[in-house]
Structures are given as structure tokens and as C-alpha cells.
């Protein structure tokens, strides 16, 4: 996983600066609101204030009503001509207290808020939050229950993927229609959830210790039908467009993330595998039974837009092979630690650190427990956030098409970047 | 990084193959025109589907027959906390075993059913109601108890298998209350 | 029987002129043209919508709008209240004589370009000795209105927007008119009337001489749509109004009738040009072979414009946009040397005319589609994966 990490190094470059721009600390003082005077420019923002060079700039606001930016987010965007030169993400319109609420009620209360941090993959993020409280209690998880998360996991990443691949062309411009192939999938999925949980989005599903309810009757039926026929839409979706030749010029060599550069930012998950680093939680922590199931993991060679929506494509394909053994193997069994308890949780003082491979990359949940029923301090590592740090670098020097696309590659969700 | 003659523009050609296919398929295949009409057409309710509480009463009156004993678990497990109960008083003020007040705000309420999953007596269960829009944003969705009470048959029809199983239990567990009532008295 | 139904439209037009008094009835004659012209494409360009969204709908699993009136058949109607009755925004610091003339400076010319297209027997309204410069020299005034309605709005997208639009429109201006020179050249005339009658029947024969049953034809038909697509900011060309980046870009200031305005001018250029395209490479009002002459003219060409409409709903539904700068590449190091290209093998085409031993049809035809395949083969390659583009090979990691 190293691929070229040395702390020192990253020591000296935070203090000297190397990874943040040279005026940041000057831009970050005068956070005065910029000043929107009729007569035009009398002030400028303070990304515009960090630019020194030649020329006319124009200083754009892309958001936070706007079609492209995957929900509320601004991005300040200072152009020459089309080219950015600079640009800087503003976010927070989606800050909803979730860190404080999960301090506020008992363990249990937490989870329906998980649902709600990256919408589109509620299961994961439950998932996520059970390991966190279930290595901070020592719970073990039965053997269906584990099957079970495993099989909504992947059914989830599949879904996920489907989303992003239409949402970067529905950004790309192509008129909503791998949207609409897309969702239709997506729609299968989700009927699934809704008869497994009762919700199609906000599943609120895994307890601590393991599930809340069992697979109703004919529900690994119904399953096994929807990833009989994901292939044939995999299929179908690859014809319409991997070898389109304008996508292909839309973004192959545009936002190009260098392994190094993806490793001392943080960034995880998809995103890293396309700059080549071979890092997949499911590999290297082997959480639940993923050790048990035979699956590849692609990485792709050049760190651009186009590698990041083939690496998701694969993606998909090796998850519908992961469901195809874990529906085939999944045991009898109870579905429940006995030990757990819904009410008066009240593990013993501590602290741990739950991760797993969210579709977005490495979702993590920090708990510190002073053995009372609410967590002392709830702190959620989001992917989608760490991954957006670095949209500054992947976009400087492109146009400004380049750089919805790249937004829309990148894969953030709002819900989880401001929590 | 081209092997061989490729002749470009064959993926344009291909991806609109691939869209005259969905056009005509969408009028000889269902799987290819997937909407569902509203409010034509509804989809059929799946069995664990929840939207927001409701109250299980048994028999046919909604005071008598409600199970809720007012123990408020869910109001202290309720994650946005949205329930207000106030147990009912008799006449000296002594609390009672039922609820004078339950109060769900159903613009608040999160759907997330740990209510339902709480309660000791089976008496908050998960609603499947959805066309609840009403015109007065403040207090329009503040549901009341009388609004709030369903009986065992309303609950079997949206929840079968559920209802079933939790009325079989409530009556055992009723036949054994009034057996060692019985048995109690008698002896 | 045949010629009166196929010319009834030209009788009912000079018997209502006849009954108007002497001095009048010049103006009376423009005016049943031009009040019959823009009423047969406005409701084209109403129909026109409907079938986008429900052609699109279909292309994505989906009926499209089927609420309003029966197959949502009312739904133009219900789109045309919406855009009157919204209020007409203009902002504070706009420039509001441009503001306003924009939308104006849109329709116009491109109402004005209807004048020369030949849409049946001798239904043209004014047969111009020029009309295909008379065509395209009304057709690059568009592109001043969307400069001015990017200008005018006071917005840094719309401006973009403009910006765009400016570059796109004019770089594509060359590759339209080159397109059409090889029409012209082998038509011998610039007159759309006259383009129409060289792609006659032949004495003995029974299929038309279309344009497009020639190698150049074919090339500069493909051309001539591409360029098509371009000028009229149609996917995947929509750069301008790139929706998902600048959101409706030049449009994004205008609401209610001015912006119905424009969609109505972008429609009708598209009409408009499509038409063009109709008369130079596909016979016009012409009937494919003298057999099917019974079936009016006019028909014909509705026909031959809803296949034309057909196919940009059919690319709008499938490809995404083109980046701005390869889009201009796209043009310039594609289109243009296709053309200048193309016009030498029509030159061929016409040199060769004469050949006559046996094979010479699958020689000529042969020579042009080898010339042309190899030049688009070497142009396209170049531009393409000189630049790296292409399918790749995946890894997995152990």
C-alpha cells in the first residue's frame, strides 16, 4: 500500500507548504464576503486574491444551484479565458449536525442518521457504523448476518456505480439517457432494499451484533433474478459508450491524479485504484467474511476521468460475481448476536475505529465511549470529502467543461462531505 | 495504443445501435418502459414497507382496545424525537395505563422505525399511508392520537404476515394473563 | 388528378389573389406566402417539440409528456400558455435595447431564409438566381443575435456562453458552405429551384439523380449534417447552451415569450438548414423514382425533413457534448479538408461522367469512396490518436 509515503517527507512538505497553495494562509485571514457591487469588481473574493499573473480574470460561481455540482456546493472558480487557474470548493450548505446528534442520543439513535450521510448508499454506511460500535462492545456477528451484509453491501456498490456513470454523462452532456438505463437497474436494487428493510434509501437495517430482521421468504430469489440480468445491462452500457469516441476525447487524459499525489492526499476508493494504487479495504482488512469470496481488483495506469468511469464499470462486473458466490453460500443460522441489546447499549469505555471500502472509498466511523449510553466523541471519516480535496489540482490548467467532468468523476456526494 | 486498423466513429455507431434498440424496444418489451403511471396505476404495497407510525388498537373501540400503555420508550428511543406522550390521570391522579396524548410530528419523524422496534406491546406499528400532503406547514403533520389509532384489520392489510404473528402473540399473551387471573382469584 | 392535388395549395394561393383588386395584389401574393409559410413551420416547430420529448422518452425507457391532451398532443399548447404568461426578467444592469432586439435579431433572418427554399412544385417564394448565397449569407446574421443576447444579460455565464457560441458558429460556417459547393458546381446554378431540376428524372430512366446517390454526394451530405448540427447549437454541439456546466448559457437571462423566441428560432434555423440540405444533396421536392411522382411534392419533402428531424433527436438522444476545443479541431482539421476534398471528387464524378466501358459505374464510384475513405482515415487517425485517445486494457491487482 505504501507506494511511496515517507512521513518525513510528508512533515516537511506540510510545513513548508508544498501541499497547499502559497497564499492560502493570506486568503484564509481576509474572509471578508465578496462584495457584490453593480459596478463590477470593487473587491474581489478570495480565491481571486491568491492569483497573481497577466490578465483579465473572470471570477465564476459555479453553484450552489446548479445543475452539475451533485447537490448543494459552490465552487469558486477564476478563469482565463476557459482555462481555470484557480478554484476553490466551498461547501457547508448541507451541514446538518450529524457529528453532535450522534453525541446527543443513544448508539442506536445514531444509525438512521448514518443512512442519511451518503445517500445513495444507506447499507454501507450502516454497515460502517455497526463495525465501529461492534469493536468498541467486542461483538461478534453470526454467519448469516454477515452473508447478509456482504450480499446488501455489494448490491449497493452496484448501484452506486450505475448512479455515477450517469451522472458524470448526464454532466458530460449526453441528454439523460445513460441516466435513465441507470436508474432502471438502480430501481431493481431498490425494490430489493424496500422488501428487505422496508425503505428503498434510508434502510437503517444493521444492528449491532447483526441485522434486524431476516430475509423475508423468496427474497435470495428475487436477488438472484436482479443479478442475473445486471450483466446484460453491464453489457449494454459498455456498447453505448466506452468506445464512444467522444467520450473518449471528453476524458481520457483530462484530471489526471498522480499515484503520489492520491496517497498523500488521503484520497481512497475508487479514485486511488484508477491511479494505479492497489488499495482495496476489502483486500487488505478482510472485514466480515470477504476473504472467503474470489474477486479481482482492477486499477487502472493513468489517473484520468475516463480510467476512474472504466475502473467503476469493472467494478460493478466483480461485484455481481462476489453476489453471485455469496447468494449461492449463504447459510442458515440466527441473524443476531445474542448479546446485543436494542436498549440501555452501554458499551464499556474506549475507543475504536471502523472502516470499510464504501463505493466512495474508505468510509470510517471514530467512536470514543466513556461508558455511558452516547458516544463521548462520533467522528465519521468521509470519502467524499478527503477525495474533494484535491479537485483543486486535478483541475488547474483545464477548461472549465474539463472541470464539471472531473467534479463528476471524482464522485462526491454532499450529504457526506458536510454530514 | 491502436492495434491494427480502427476505423473511428465505430463507437459513435455503436452507442446509437444500442439507443434505436431501447426506442423500438420500448414499444414491444414492458421491461423497456418502465413507468408506472400515477395515479393511475399504483404499485402493489410490499409487505415491510413504512412510511410513519400508527397505533394498534384491539377490537373496535379505539380507547379500550389500544395497546399503548404510555411506558414511553419510544419516546426516549425516537432519534429526532418526535413523540410526546401524556399518560392519562384518573380522577385522584394516579397515572393510568394508557395515553392521554400521543402526539407524532410527522414532519419531524424520520421513518426509521426503532419506535416500532422498541415498544414492549406491540402498540406503535409502522403506517404505509404516503398521501398525506397537507396545506398548513406549521402543524399541518402534527398527527394526534385520534388521528394517529388503526385496528388489528386495518394493520393486516398492510402488514399480513407482521399482523398475524403479533396478534397471535398478543392473544397468548392475553389467554395467559387471564389464566393466572383466574387461577389467582380461584386459588 | 395527380398534378391538381400536388399544385392545389399554388391554385388556392392565385385564385384568392385574383379576387383582390389590381394594385394590391402584389402585397396580397407576399402576404399569403409569407402567412402560409410561417404557419405551417410554426406548427412543425410545436410538433416538432412534442416528438423530441417523446422520441427522447422512448430512446430512455420512458413514454414522455402524455398527460395533456390525448399522446400529450396539447402539451405545445400548454408549453406556449406557460411562456406568455411567465414574467419577463430583465436585469438591473442589462443593456435592454440589445436585450430586447436579440431574440428579434434571431427569428428574423431565419424567418427570412424560408424565402428561397423550394418546399414543393413551384412553391418556392422567391426563386432567386443566388439563392444558396442568399441562403447562407441570411443565415450568419444568427449569430450576431447570440452574441448579443450573451452580451446583453450583464452575466458572467452568458457571456461564456456567448463566447462559445461565437467560436462554434463561425468555425463551422466554412465546413456548411464547402459542403454545399459540389451541389452547386454539378448543378451548374446557384438557384435552389434550379438545383432542384438537375436531380430530375433522366430521359429513359426511372430513378432520380439525387445528389446523394454519389460518392460526394454521400460525403457532403454526411458534411453537410455535421455542419448542420453544429450551427444549430444541436447536440452533441450544444456547447453553447451547455445545460449541465453554464446552464442555458447566452439564454440564461431571459424567461417567458423572449426566451420561447429563441428555442423558436434555434428550431426553425434547424428547420431551415435541414431544408437546405434537402434541396442540395436529396432531390428537393422529388420523388425518389418516377413511379412514386403521384405522391405530392410537398409530402415529399415533409417527409425527407421529418427524416432529417428524426436523426437529431435519434444523435441528441445518444452522444455528449464536444469539448469546446475539439470541437473546433473537429472543424477545422476535419470538416475542412473532408470538404476541400470532397470537391475534387465531385470534380472527378463530373470529369468521368463520360466513361462508359464496362465496370466504369463501380471505377468511378470506387475511385470517389477510395479517395474519400482514405482521406477520412488519415484525418480522423491523426486527429484522434495523435492524442492518445482510445480503448484500453484493464490491469487486476495480483
Known amino acids: 500500500m505504501n507506494g511511496g509515503l515517507d512521513e518525513r517527507a510528508l512533515i516537511g512538505a506540510l510545513s513548508t507548504g508544498d501541499l497547499m497553495p502559497e497564499s492560502a494562509g493570506a486568503a484564509i485571514?481576509?474572509?471578508?464576503?465578496?462584495d457584490a457591487s453593480p459596478s463590477g469588481s470593487a473587491t474581489r473574493s478570495p480565491a481571486a486574491e491568491s492569483v497573481r499573473g497577466e490578465g483579465e480574470f473572470l471570477e465564476v460561481s459555479l453553484g450552489p444551484h446548479h445543475p452539475s455540482t451533485h447537490g448543494v456546493f459552490r465552487v469558486d472558480v477564476v478563469l482565463d479565458g476557459e482555462r481555470v487557474v484557480r478554484l476553490k470548493p466551498v461547501f457547508g450548505y448541507l451541514h446538518r449536525n450529524h457529528e453532535k446528534l450522534g453525541e446527543r442520543g443513544s448508539y442506536l439513535a445514531a444509525m438512521p442518521y448514518t443512512d442519511r450521510l451518503d445517500y445513495f448508499c444507506s447499507l454501507t454506511n450502516n454497515w460502517a457504523y455497526a463495525l465501529a460500535v461492534e469493536k468498541l462492545a467486542g461483538l461478534e456477528v453470526p454467519e448469516r448476518a454477515e452473508y447478509i451484509r456482504v450480499i446488501a453491501a455489494e448490491l449497493t456498490r452496484v448501484q452506486n456505480h450505475a448512479c455515477l456513470i450517469g451522472f458524470l454523462l448526464q454532466e458530460a452532456g449526453a441528454m439523460g439517457t445513460p441516466i435513465m438505463y441507470a436508474f432502471r437497474e438502480r430501481e431493481k436494487v431498490l425494490d430489493l432494499f424496500e422488501s428487505l428493510t422496508g425503505a428503498r434509501m434510508m434502510c437503517n437495517y444493521f444492528r449491532f451484533g447483526g441485522c434486524r430482521c431476516d430475509l423475508p421468504p423468496g427474497w435470495i430469489e428475487q436477488c438472484r433474478r436482479v443479478v442475473a440480468e445486471l450483466p446484460r445491462f453491464l453489457d449494454e452500457f459498455e456498447n453505448l459508450l466506452a468506445t464512444n469516441e467522444i467520450l473518449m476525447a471528453r476524458t481520457q487524459g483530462v484530471g489526471v491524479l498522480s499515484a503520489a499525489l492520491a496517497v498523500n492526499a488521503g484520497v481512497t476508493g475508487p479514485n486511488l485504484r484508477a491511479s494505479g494504487v492497489n488499495y482495496d479495504l476489502r483486500k487488505a482488512d478482510r472485514y466480515g467474511i470477504y476473504d472467503r469470496f474470489k474477486f479481482r481488483v482492477p486499477l487502472g495506469a493513468h489517473g484520468d476521468v475516463y480510467d476512474r468511469y472504466m475502473i467503476r464499470v469493472l467494478e460493478m462486473r466483480e461485484s455481481v460475481a462476489i453476489l453471485d458466490q455469496a447468494l449461492a453460500g449463504i447459510p442458515e443460522g440466527p441473524i443476531l448476536n445474542p448479546r446485543s441489546r436494542l436498549r440501555s447499549f452501554r458499551p464499556r469505555a474506549g475507543e475504536a475505529y471502523g472502516r470499510l471500502e464504501a463505493p466512495k472509498g474508505e468510509l470510517g466511523f471514530y467512536l470514543i465511549s466513556d461508558g455511558s449510553g452516547s458516544p463521548y466523541r462520533y467522528r465519521i471519516r468521509p470519502p467524499s470529502f478527503i477525495n474533494l480535496t484535491v479537485l483543486e489540482d486535478l483541475c488547474v490548467g483545464r477548461l472549465l467543461q474539463d472541470a464539471i467532468v472531473i467534479l463528476g468523476g471524482i464522485d462526491i456526494v454532499m450529504g457526506e462531505v458536510d454530514r | 495504443m491502436s492495434r491494427g486498423v480502427r476505423l473511428v466513429g465505430l463507437g459513435i455507431v455503436k452507442g446509437l445501435i444500442e439507443t434505436a434498440r431501447n426506442f423500438i424496444g420500448s414499444y414491444r418489451d414492458p421491461r423497456r418502459l418502465v413507468t408506472v403511471e400515477y395515479p393511475e396505476v399504483r404499485l402493489p404495497p410490499v409487505e415491510r414497507a413504512r412510511t410513519f407510525p400508527m397505533l394498534v388498537y384491539d377490537g373496535a373501540d379505539p380507547e379500550a382496545g389500544l395497546r399503548c400503555v404510555a411506558c414511553k420508550i419510544c419516546e426516549k428511543e425516537c432519534p429526532p424525537q418526535c413523540i410526546y406522550?401524556?399518560?392519562?390521570?384518573?380522577a385522584r391522579g394516579r397515572v393510568l395505563k394508557r395515553p392521554r396524548v400521543f402526539d407524532v410530528d410527522c414532519s419531524v419523524c424520520m421513518g426509521c422505525q426503532i419506535c416500532a422496534e422498541v415498544c414492549p406491546f406491540d402498540a406503535i406499528k409502522m403506517n404505509t399511508e404516503y398521501e398525506l400532503a397537507v396545506a398548513d406547514r406549521f402543524g399541518g403533520l402534527l398527527l394526534r392520537k385520534s388521528q394517529l389509532v388503526r385496528s388489528t384489520e386495518y394493520h393486516r392489510t398492510v402488514h399480513p404476515q407482521e399482523a398475524v404473528e403479533i396478534d397471535a402473540q398478543v392473544a397468548q399473551a392475553r389467554a395467559r394473563a387471564e389464566a393466572k387471573a383466574r387461577a389467582g382469584g380461584g386459588g | 388528378m395527380v398534378e391538381a392535388i400536388d399544385q392545389v395549395f399554388v391554385n388556392l394561393k392565385h385564385a384568392v389573389v385574383g379576387w383582390a383588386p389590381p394594385a394590391w395584389q402584389a402585397w396580397v401574393s407576399a402576404g399569403l406566402t409569407v402567412a402560409a409559410l410561417m404557419g405551417v413551420f410554426m406548427s412543425l416547430f410545436a410538433l416538432v417539440v412534442l416528438l423530441e420529448r417523446k422520441g427522447l422518452g422512448r430512446i430512455q425507457n420512458r413514454p414522455g409528456p402524455n398527460r395533456v391532451g390525448p399522446w400529450g398532443l396539447l402539451q405545445p399548447m400548454a408549453d406556449f400558455i406557460k411562456m406568455l404568461t411567465k414574467e419577463d426578467v430583465v436585469p438591473a444592469g442589462a443593456d435592454r435595447v440589445v436585450h430586447f432586439l436579440a431574440p428579434v435579431a434571431?427569428?428574423?433572418?431565419?424567418?427570412?431564409?424560408?424565402?428561397?427554399?423550394?418546399?414543393?412544385?413551384?412553391?418556392?417564394?422567391?426563386?432567386?438566381?443566388?439563392?444558396?448565397?442568399?441562403?447562407?449569407?441570411?443565415?450568419?446574421?444568427?449569430?450576431?443575435?447570440?452574441?448579443?443576447?450573451?452580451?446583453?444579460?450583464?452575466?458572467k455565464f452568458a457571456l461564456l456562453g456567448a463566447m462559445r457560441a461565437i467560436a462554434q458558429m463561425i468555425s463551422y460556417e466554412l465546413p456548411l458552405m464547402l459542403a454545399a459547393v459540389p451541389a452547386v458546381m454539378l448543378a451548374g446554378t446557384l438557384s435552389l429551384g434550379g438545383i432542384v431540376e438537375a436531380q430530375a428524372v433522366p430521359a429513359g430512366g426511372w430513378l432520380a439523380r439525387w445528389h446523394v446517390l454519389t460518392p460526394w454526394g454521400l460525403a457532403g451530405l454526411a458534411l453537410f449534417t455535421i455542419a448542420a448540427l453544429a450551427e444549430a447549437n444541436r447536440s452533441p454541439f450544444d456547447l453553447p447552451e451547455g445545460e449541465s456546466e453554464i446552464v442555458a448559457g447566452h439564454l440564461v437571462e431571459y424567461s417567458g415569450f423572449k426566451y420561447a423566441l429563441f428555442f423558436i428560432g434555434e428550431y426553425l434555423g434547424m428547420f431551415a438548414v435541414s431544408g437546405l440540405g434537402i434541396t442540395l444533396f436529396l432531390g428537393g421536392w422529388r420523388s425518389p423514382a418516377?413511379?412514386?411522382?403521384?405522391?405530392?411534392?410537398?409530402?415529399?419533402?415533409?417527409?425527407?425533413?421529418?427524416?432529417?428531424?428524426?436523426?437529431?433527436?435519434?444523435?441528441?438522444?445518444?452522444?455528449?457534448?464536444v469539448r469546446g476545443d475539439q470541437l473546433m479541431a473537429l472543424a477545422w482539421k476535419l470538416l475542412v479538408p473532408m470538404a476541400l476534398l470532397n470537391i475534387a471528387v465531385a470534380a472527378g464524378w463530373h470529369y468521368s461522367a463520360g466513361w462508359s466501358f464496362a465496370g466504369a459505374w463501380l471505377a468511378r464510384w470506387g475511385l470517389g469512396l477510395g479517395i474519400l475513405g482514405l482521406g477520412y482515415g488519415a484525418l480522423a487517425r491523426g486527429l484522434y490518436e495523435s492524442q492518445g485517445f482510445g480503448p484500453r486494457v484493464y490491469r487486476f491487482a495480483d
Open chain 1, 29 to 34: 485571514e481576509e474572509q471578508r464576503p465578496p
Open chain 2, 85 to 90: 406522550i401524556e399518560a392519562d390521570r384518573d
Open chain 3, 106 to 155: 434571431m427569428v428574423a433572418p431565419v424567418l427570412l431564409a424560408y424565402a428561397v427554399l423550394p418546399v414543393g412544385r413551384n412553391m418556392a417564394a422567391v426563386d432567386l438566381d443566388a439563392g444558396v448565397l442568399y441562403f447562407f449569407a441570411v443565415g450568419a446574421c444568427i449569430e450576431l443575435s447570440v452574441f448579443m443576447a450573451g452580451w446583453a444579460g450583464r452575466n
Open chain 3, 290 to 321: 418516377s413511379f412514386l411522382d403521384w405522391v405530392p411534392s410537398y409530402l415529399w419533402f415533409f417527409a425527407k425533413l421529418g427524416g432529417f428531424v428524426a436523426l437529431f433527436i435519434w444523435l441528441r438522444g445518444t452522444l455528449p457534448r
